[in-house]
């Protein structure tokens, strides 16, 4: 790898030649170029990324902007739009694919290999009914939200840019069509294994899949049911991450589910403002199947759906193989709950582990679903117990509460002050609430990008106590309540 010296001062990436699916052959998809959109312009740009890139200097250039609009391809670069497959809502879909990204390529950075990817790049083989295009909207919240997830410590998909451009697209109206640059070490969905199982119903592309996607993204691993229980591992953690943060994805479709333990596919999600265990962000979700609570089960269904995938590959009687991939999902629940134990330990502040915990964690939550109290506030004020009161309806339940939680403390001679920068740390002021991202949007819509680059800016210390963007971190006004988030993007 070339010293960091070189990728600062970088002017033009080096691009691979191909890929990690498009290297393995025409089954796993099509290269084509991207279809050029009218009038590109900058929208927002993510600088604490561009510079762990090593792009900085490259994102100033003219090069840069046409080829992240999809209006000019580099040398070298050969696009490359990946088939999957995959369940939606619980219902085998069939086919899907990149119907409006394209790989770029990979890159080296000063983080590792990169693949980069265009979201909204035009028709692609795999557009099924879709134009091919993303809508501004979904793009600023895509853009902002990948951003947040990264600063709160939670695995997923990064977002360099987005480039807007005049084009009109249709949704429920006419909007305007965007461009995002996606960055991630690999965008491999749990739907590209059930395609070449399902789908292709093609086993030597199925495990050439998997012998080099173990080889490598899991080094160390070897065989399906290994790999399994690494993903389901992952898995749990990153379902747990989000439980802790209040985030609901809102489309846990089996296409939207990463290989690698990533947050992929922001679409319509949510984070919980008032604790409703069963809120759904996604005003599509008719039945609720994503609602925030079903989120780990879910996540746990879909590796079913991608154990089912894998099942050709295992040898031996079908019965012994699927008693083997099932052991292989096995450590989900105890993987997932620990995490869940733990995450909610930390943020009530505490160090010391003690059986009771999980159930002082349990019905702190069952308090803050009682009185519907706000999720991200309620947690960042547990740290001043007077202030986190004001969250109840029920002050004598939540002082009952709190004559336990203070008995807890003081088995570990907790330090309040040290306690107090320790929950800070765990429960963030800042998190990317619907309303803050449809100003943004409104602005953005309007050519203005300034609100977006600021709320990125607060956004990327979701911890800090940033005192001068308090209204960043307040109850969301009551127009929020009748936003409406939907799989159209
Ligand atoms: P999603 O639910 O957004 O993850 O999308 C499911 C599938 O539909 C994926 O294969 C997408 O690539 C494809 N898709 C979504 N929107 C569009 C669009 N506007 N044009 C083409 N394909 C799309
Ligand atoms: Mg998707």
Request: glycine share 6%; net charge negative.
């Amino acid at each position: 790898m070339n010293a960091p010296e070189t990728f600062s001062s970088r002017l033009t990436p080096a691009w691979r030649d191909a890929g990690f699916l498009q290297a393995l052959g025409p089954a796993f998809g099509t290269e084509l170029p991207p279809r050029a959109v009218s009038e590109p312009a900058w929208g927002a740009r993510s600088p604490a990324l561009a510079v762990e890139l090593g792009l900085v200097d490259w994102l100033d250039t003219r090069e840069a902007l046409a080829v992240l609009a999809g209006n000019q391809v580099p040398s070298g670069v050969r696009p490359f739009a990946s088939v999957y497959s995959g369940h939606q809502f619980g219902v085998w879909a069939g086919q899907l694919g990149d119907g409006r990204a394209l790989m770029l390529g990979e890159i080296d950075t000063p983080a590792g290999a990169m693949e980069v990817q265009l979201k909204g790049s035009g028709l692609t083989p795999y557009s099924r009914m879709g134009d091919g295009r993303a809508v501004l909207r979904s793009s600023v919240r895509e853009f902002l939200c990948s951003e947040a997830m990264h600063a709160l410590g939670i695995p997923t998909t990064r977002a360099l840019a987005v480039i807007t451009s005049p084009q009109p697209v249709r949704r429920e109206t006419i909007e305007t069509a965007a461009v995002v640059t996606r960055v991630a070490p690999s965008f491999l969905r749990f739907g590209h294994f059930e395609h070449f199982a399902h789908t292709a119903q093609d086993t030597a592309a199925l495990q050439q899949l998997l012998e080099a996607t173990t080889q490598r993204y899991f080094p160390g691993i070897s065989g399906p049911a290994a790999l399994l229980e690494e993903v389901a591992r992952r898995t749990a953690r990153l379902v747990a991450q989000w439980q802790l943060v209040g985030f609901c994805h809102g489309v846990m479709n089996t296409d939207n589910m990463s290989l690698l333990g990533l947050t992929i596919d922001y679409g319509p999600f949510g984070f919980l403002d008032a604790f409703d265990p069963m809120h759904v962000c996604n005003h599509s979700d008719d039945q609720g199947r994503y609602a925030y609570a079903r989120q780990p089960s879910v996540a746990f269904w879909n590796l079913h759906a991608l154990a089912q995938a894998l099942l050709p590959l295992v040898d031996g009687p079908k019965e012994a193989a699927s008693e083997q991939l099932l052991a292989a999902l096995e450590p989900y629940k105890a993987e997932f709950a620990a995490a869940m134990v733990s995450g909610l330990r930390t943020k009530l502040g505490l160090v010391a582990e003690h059986d009771d915990d999980a159930a002082l964690a349990d019905d702190l939550l069952k308090l803050m679903t009682e009185d519907r109290a706000d999720f991200t506030i309620t947690w960042r004020r547990m740290s001043d117990l007077a202030a986190a009161r004001d969250c109840f309806l029920q002050r004598d339940k939540f002082d009952a509460w709190a004559e336990r939680y203070r008995a807890r403390l003081a088995l570990e001679n907790s330090d309040d002050s040290e306690r107090r920068i320790r929950m800070h740390r765990a429960n963030p002021k800042f998190v990317l609430r619907n309303h803050l991202a449809q100003t943004a949007i409104e602005r953005a819509q309007h050519g203005d990008f300034s609100e977006t680059q600021r709320l990125l800016k607060v956004l990327e210390h979701p911890f800090d106590e940033q005192p001068h963007n308090e209204a960043d971190a307040a109850f969301p006004p009551a127009w929020a309540t009748q936003l409406e988030v939907s799989c159209s993007s």
